[in-house]
């Protein structure tokens, strides 16, 4: 069936995917003189700061593979710059990311990886980029575009009689459209009501993160006021941390486990004697691993920013386009955080796809809902399964204990070293390969 036809879009999830993609739609569509549909975003949270309280930074990332930087531009350069502004300020530009090895390791990086010359990285605290989105749509009358808080979305299918997809709130409500985008996040309603078989994998890692504001004539930890740190232990637990402002900054500690945990998983949540039982558990889990400058950071933490992971992923499915139906971000391949990259992947997903609807609709294609969307599974969702195995190396690494660890540290000694110095390492590379094949012909002349 024709799938030419776009006049209505609901997007369920108001997150960064769902949020990316509604501002797509208005801003990339009218400079290809092409007229935007009408745009209902349902969010389930009740008012756009009620995770104000999840504090932790992320990583958007500047370079072409997979980082968000090119799509926030693509969308708005004036938006981009904005969100730019409020940036968590790090000193050194240059460098991405620090590690370390062993005991006490976040007190001393062993290792700078530097970012390539004119990337443009940056990390910022999810809720500030989040509300920075909801309040460019605010822009927008809501006839074009509406946002609807406390709205929970549990049921959508096509209805192949009237084109339509069908979507089901849980209050009653329904409405139908000719595009759905589904955006809500890891443990998505949609896909669990769509793709039943499609279920999460747990990957054996925990993660105990917090914020820790710092007092009046305190210093943050030294060596994040430069970049991200992120530790290995070589006893099972690995750390990373960064800061958020001047003020104050995340750390999450990250152990091995064959059982998912239970929730609560916010100190939102968290009556007072588990958020004390949480705190607990984290300076048991780091004594002997971690300096007792961190172990104070943990005892002072702001408890209402707790945050317990399991550690959750999936393979992207195929979404499914004859139903004009498409998944983006974690909905559609949900990641670890310690790939650094479901946020990147997200906004990512909604500017290449609108990319595919622009070019299809220039070519008047009678099919280009469907076409975008499975040119979109074919072409661009590839980049998330290999952010998915190198989340899978990164945790590895993170809990590595005994040889693995050892082997570990020497790996990452080499792969930094060839990010920091490409050319010395190529040269060194192709002369190292040279001589193994200058032995092997000296060997095999010998035999003939
Ligand atoms: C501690 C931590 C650190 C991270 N660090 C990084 C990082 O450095 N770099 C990076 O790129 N990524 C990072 N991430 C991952 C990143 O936050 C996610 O991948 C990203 O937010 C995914 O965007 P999304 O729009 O797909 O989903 P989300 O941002 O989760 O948004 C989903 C939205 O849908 C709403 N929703 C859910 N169900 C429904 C429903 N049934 N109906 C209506 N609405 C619904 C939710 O309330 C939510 O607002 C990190 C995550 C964590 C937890």
């Given at each position: 069936?024709?799938?030419?036809?776009?006049?209505?879009?609901?997007?369920?999830?108001?997150?960064l995917?769902?949020?990316a993609?509604?501002?797509?739609?208005?801003y990339?569509?009218?400079?290809?003189?092409?007229t935007?549909?009408?745009?209902t975003?349902?969010?389930?949270?009740?008012?756009?700061?009620?995770?104000?309280?999840?504090?932790?930074?992320?990583?958007?990332?500047?370079?072409?593979?997979?980082?968000?930087v090119?799509?926030?531009?693509?969308?708005?350069?004036?938006l981009?710059n904005?969100i730019?502004?409020?940036?968590a300020?790090?000193?050194?530009?240059?460098?991405?990311?620090?590690?370390?090895f062993?005991?006490?390791?976040?007190?001393?990086?062993?290792?700078?990886?530097?970012?390539?010359?004119?990337e443009?990285?940056?990390?910022?605290?999810?809720?500030?980029l989040?509300?920075?989105?909801?309040e460019e749509?605010?822009?927008?009358?809501?006839?074009?575009?509406?946002?609807?808080?406390?709205?929970?979305?549990?049921?959508?299918?096509?209805?192949?009689e009237?084109?339509?997809?069908n979507?089901?709130?849980?209050?009653?409500?329904?409405?139908?459209?000719?595009?759905?985008?589904?955006?809500?996040?890891?443990?998505s309603?949609v896909?669990?009501?769509?793709?039943?078989?499609?279920?999460?994998?747990?990957?054996k890692c925990?993660?105990l993160?917090?914020?820790?504001?710092i007092?009046?004539?305190?210093?943050?930890?030294s060596?994040?006021?430069?970049?991200?740190l992120?530790g290995?232990?070589g006893?099972?637990?690995?750390?990373?941390?960064a800061?958020?402002?001047?003020?104050?900054?995340?750390?999450g500690?990250?152990?091995?486990?064959?059982?998912?945990?239970?929730?609560?998983?916010k100190?939102?949540?968290m009556t007072?004697?588990?958020?004390?039982?949480?705190?607990?558990e984290?300076?048991?889990?780091?004594?002997?691993?971690?300096?007792?400058?961190?172990?104070?950071?943990?005892?002072?933490?702001?408890?209402?920013?707790?945050?317990?992971?399991?550690?959750?992923?999936?393979?992207?499915?195929?979404?499914?386009?004859?139903?004009?139906?498409?998944?983006?971000?974690?909905?559609?391949?949900?990641?670890n955080?310690?790939?650094?990259n479901?946020?990147?992947?997200?906004?990512m997903?909604?500017?290449?796809f609108?990319?595919?609807?622009?070019k299809?609709?220039?070519?008047?294609?009678?099919y280009?809902?469907t076409?975008?969307?499975?040119e979109?599974?074919?072409?661009?969702?590839?980049?998330?399964?290999?952010?998915?195995?190198?989340?899978?190396?990164?945790?590895?690494?993170?809990?590595?204990?005994?040889?693995?660890f050892?082997?570990?540290?020497?790996?990452?000694?080499?792969?930094?070293?060839?990010?920091?110095?490409?050319?010395?390492?190529?040269?060194?590379?192709?002369?190292?390969?040279?001589?193994?094949?200058?032995i092997?012909?000296?060997?095999v002349?010998?035999?003939?």
């Open positions: 069936m024709s799938s030419a036809k776009l006049e209505h879009v609901i997007i369920v999830g108001g997150g995917g769902g949020l993609t509604a501002l797509s739609f208005h990339l569509f009218p400079r290809h003189n092409l935007a549909p009408r745009i975003i349902y969010e389930r949270e009740p008012t756009e700061s009620s995770r104000i309280n999840e504090g932790y930074t992320m990583a958007i990332r500047g370079d072409r593979v997979g980082g968000a090119q799509a926030l531009k693509t969308i708005n350069q004036d981009y904005d730019r502004s409020m940036a300020p790090e000193g050194d530009k240059n460098v991405a990311m620090q590690f370390s062993g005991v006490n390791c976040d007190l001393n990086p062993a290792l700078k990886l530097n970012t390539s010359a004119g443009d990285s940056f990390r910022i605290a999810r809720f500030k989040r509300n920075r989105l909801v749509l605010k822009h927008f009358d809501e006839s074009k575009i509406k946002l609807e808080w406390d709205s929970h979305v549990i049921k959508a299918d096509y209805n192949k009237k084109n339509k997809v979507v089901e709130l849980k209050d009653g409500r329904t409405n139908e459209c000719d595009l759905l985008i589904v955006a809500d996040g890891a443990h309603s896909r669990r009501y769509m793709c039943s078989e499609e279920k999460l994998n747990f990957q925990i993660s993160s917090c914020v820790t504001t007092d009046d004539g305190e210093s943050l930890p060596p994040i006021k430069t970049s991200p992120v290995i232990t006893k099972g637990i690995g750390i990373f941390m800061t958020i402002d001047e003020k104050s900054f995340f750390w500690v990250i152990y091995p486990s064959n059982e998912e945990r239970p929730p609560p998983y100190g939102s949540v007072k004697d588990e958020q004390e039982e949480f705190v607990n984290v300076l048991t889990r780091t004594n002997g691993c971690l300096s007792n400058e961190f172990r104070s950071f943990v005892r002072k933490c702001d408890r209402e920013r707790i945050l317990i992971l399991n550690s959750h992923d999936k393979f992207p499915h195929k979404n499914p386009s004859k139903k004009h139906i498409i998944f983006i971000g974690d909905a559609l391949h949900p990641m955080p310690t790939s650094g479901g946020a990147n992947m997200a906004i997903d909604a500017v290449e609108f990319q595919l609807l622009i299809h609709h220039e070519k008047q294609d009678n280009l809902i076409r975008s969307i499975d979109f599974d074919r072409d661009h969702v590839q980049r998330s399964t290999v952010a998915i195995k190198i989340s899978h190396r990164n945790m590895a690494s993170a809990v590595a204990t005994g040889f693995k050892q082997l570990n540290k020497i790996i990452m000694r080499i792969v930094a070293f060839a990010i920091n110095n490409p050319l010395l390492f190529k040269s060194l590379l192709i002369g190292f390969v040279s001589v193994i094949i200058m092997l012909i000296l060997y002349r010998k035999f003939f």
